[in-house]
T-cell receptor, first 117, second 111 residues
Framework: DTAVSQTPKYLVTQMGNDKSIKCEQNLGHDTMYWYKQDSKKFLKIMFSYNNKELIINETVPNRFSPKSPDKAHLNLHINSLELGDSAVYFC????????????????FGPGTRLTVL | KQEVTQIPAALSVPEGENLVLNCSFTDSAIYNLQWFRQDPGKGLTSLLLIQSSQREQTSGRLNASLDKSSGRSTLYIAASQPGDSATYLCAVRQAGTALIFGKGTTLSVSS
């Protein structure tokens, strides 16, 4: 029973293309996140949604557009892909939303390795 | 701006040794601190979460401590095994933020 799942696991595409990564969680959590892990393995938050509402939007190019059709799904659409977008993208979820001090263990998906050629 | 540092960046030990991984953070106003494990090419597995009001958490051979006032956490691994080889990541959560990660410690345990 996968708690946080992502598809696809690997994505290889040409520069300039548009692609999407899907994420689903079956934990009943209200808050979902997208993180990016660069070539140096450094993980950094991109977006956070709470109950389908955008809470955090770090300084991410507007070519990246998250979409949350319901609170169990947070998809990431990327337009006009660039070489620098190559990274591993992780989806995560948590029970407690940003800004609240409660017990907020985050659960991560397996990651999507994006390679832009 | 919060910064999380993990020392050492890499560590190699023989099987059976007890070891300590260090994590420090610059802003002590955190809600909690979470330790993760990442195997090569895999996602993150949550190991332990310590709330800001707690001093330590234990799970099996793992013990994580938190000294919020000095901005430090340690992850103690007892009787290390080759299966413990992975990258260990420390992350803190503050008001209005998602997790802020350190760059990890890559552990290699040889048999």
């Amino acid at each position: 029973d996968t708690a946080v799942s992502q598809t696809p696991k690997y994505l290889v595409t040409q520069m300039g293309n548009d692609k999407s990564i899907k994420c689903e969680q079956n934990l009943g959590h209200d808050t979902m996140y997208w993180y990016k892990q660069d070539s140096k393995k450094f993980l950094k938050i991109m977006f956070s949604y709470n109950n389908k509402e955008l809470i955090i939007n770090e300084t991410v190019p507007n070519r990246f557009s998250p979409k949350s059709p319901d609170k169990a799904h947070l998809n990431l659409h990327i337009n006009s892909l660039e070489l620098g977008d190559s990274a591993v993208y992780f989806c995560a979820s948590s029970q407690v939303p940003i800004g609240l001090a409660g017990y907020n263990e985050q659960f991560f998906g397996p990651g999507t390795r994006l390679t832009v050629l | 701006k919060q910064e999380v540092t993990q020392i050492p960046a890499a560590l190699s030990v023989p099987e059976g040794e007890n070891l300590v991984l260090n994590c420090s953070f610059t802003d002590s106003a955190i809600y909690n601190l979470q330790w993760f494990r990442q195997d090569p090419g895999k996602g993150l597995t949550s190991l332990l979460l310590i709330q800001s009001s707690q001093r330590e958490q234990t799970s099996g051979r793992l013990n994580a401590s938190l000294d919020k006032s000095s901005g430090r956490s340690t992850l103690y691994i007892a009787a290390s095994q080759p299966g413990d080889s992975a990258t260990y990541l420390c992350a803190v959560r503050q008001a209005g933020t998602a997790l802020i990660f350190g760059k990890g410690t890559t552990l290699s345990v040889s048999s």
